[in-house]
């Protein structure tokens, strides 16, 4: 499928990789939580979205295992995880290489994120304690202060640990496995480098946890819809692909 954009799209495959703890510093921490290779593999999850490692970058096993203090069995496991899902490609000769979005098939990604979110927006209302909104309230002051600092990665990163605290609260584990799948395709590289893009996400959140705290599922999964359309309709304006129709 052909793709032009009105801005330019860089080849990040291209660009000069430098050793990962020299680009990303010393501030990575895996969470206390599940297991070794499920923290590291969340982690990952984060750094890939928010851009800290970019697109076409190899993820080397003992780099990573001496940055996080962990062995190399679950790097390696956490690599397996992140390979199911489309995060990272895996090759005996190449190693883990981070995947590149699927910018062709954003239509499709955008039809199943507006009915899997929407779902798990509705059964995390039902489910959400006065705690867990309150988490998501802080996350999203501290898309605001990164935004402040004009930090895009920390923008980024803060929105996937909004979105995913949000979803983790449903409880449906099998909806929130395709979710995480959607997202390692659906090309947020780009969406998040469009102008005034970040300001309108700290809005459409503030609707949407504004429906949470009145304990409404549908005005909740209506809000979350309502934010996902907002970004593709932005994708759709600032970069040109085939015509498909955008519903």
């Not at 990962?20 to 984060?46: C, D, N, Y």
């Not at 395709?178 to 959140?205: C, N, T």
Request: charged share 25%; glycine share 4%.
């Amino acid at each position: 499928m052909a793709v032009s954009t009105k801005r330019s799209v860089e080849n990040t495959a291209d660009v000069p990789k430098p050793a990962m703890a020299r680009q990303l510093g010393q501030t990575w921490a895996i969470a206390p939580i599940q297991t070794k290779e499920h923290q590291v593999a969340e982690l990952l999850r984060e750094k890939i979205i928010a851009g800290s490692v970019v697109r076409g970058q190899k993820l080397k096993q003992a780099e990573l295992a001496k940055m996080l203090n962990v062995s190399i069995t679950p790097v390696r496991e956490a690599l397996r995880l992140l390979e199911a899902e489309g995060y990272v490609h895996v090759s005996s000769h190449r190693g883990a290489i981070v995947a590149p979005f699927q910018i062709d098939q954003v239509d499709e990604l955008f039809d199943l994120r507006m009915t899997l979110e929407g779902k798990l927006t509705a059964a995390a209302a039902r489910r959400m304690t006065p705690s867990d909104l309150t988490g998501l309230a802080e996350l999203n002051e501290n898309i605001r202060s990164a935004l402040a600092r004009n930090s895009r990665e920390d923008t980024r990163g803060n929105n996937f640990r909004f979105h995913f605290r949000l979803y983790e609260c449903a409880d449906l584990p099998h909806t929130l496995e395709f979710v995480r799948v959607l997202w390692a395709k659906y090309p947020f590289d780009l969406l998040g480098s469009i102008p005034g893009r970040p300001p309108r996400v700290l809005d459409e959140h503030a609707d949407l946890l504004a429906a949470l705290r009145e304990e409404d599922p549908r005005k909740a999964a209506k809000a979350m819809q309502a934010h996902i359309a907002s970004g593709h309709r932005d994708f759709k304006a600032t970069y040109a692909l085939e015509p498909r129709s955008l519903r």
